[in-house]
């Protein structure tokens, strides 16, 4: 499992896209309603004529457009609540600089027991394979 920032990078991207998926269904699925007496798409300022491919608009009904809305906008809500869930559950929020400060002196207590044991069992570890070693030659020689 990838770590909390991480995460919270994904579901940043992950909004985004949802962002730009609920912009551009409602651009090309909202009722059509010309604003000139021409209904043509033209491309945007310095654009390529070749590169640039209009998207056709297909309304749908008011009230399929209306659910859909409503069913994006959800979908929005949702992932803004896991991007404040992840943002909860950083570490250090809402704590100040001395309750932090004294919270890594208590790791770094903690992470030095742990190599001193770490460092116990290695040499532990060299003991018995220099006795399995010494075995193994006596039982060549038997």
Request: proline fraction near 5%; aromatic fraction near 4%.
């Amino acid at each position: 499992m990838a770590d909390r920032i991480t995460q919270l990078q994904t579901t940043l991207d992950q909004l985004a896209t949802q962002f730009y998926a609920c912009i551009r269904y409602i651009a090309t699925h909202h009722s059509a309603a010309p604003t000139s007496g021409t209904e043509e798409i033209l491309p945007p300022a310095g654009a390529d004529d070749l590169h640039f491919s209009p998207v056709p608009l297909t309304s749908d009904a008011p009230a399929d457009f209306l659910a859909a809305q409503r069913e994006l906008a959800r979908d929005l809500v949702l992932k803004v609540a896991q991007i404040n869930i992840l943002v909860d559950s950083l570490p250090g929020l809402g704590k100040n600089e001395s309750v932090q400060v004294d919270r890594l002196r208590e790791l770094d207590v903690l992470f030095k027991a742990q190599e001193l044991e770490r460092a116990k069992v290695v040499k532990d570890r060299e003991e018995v394979l220099a006795s399995l070693d010494a075995i193994i030659t006596k039982a060549r020689r038997i």
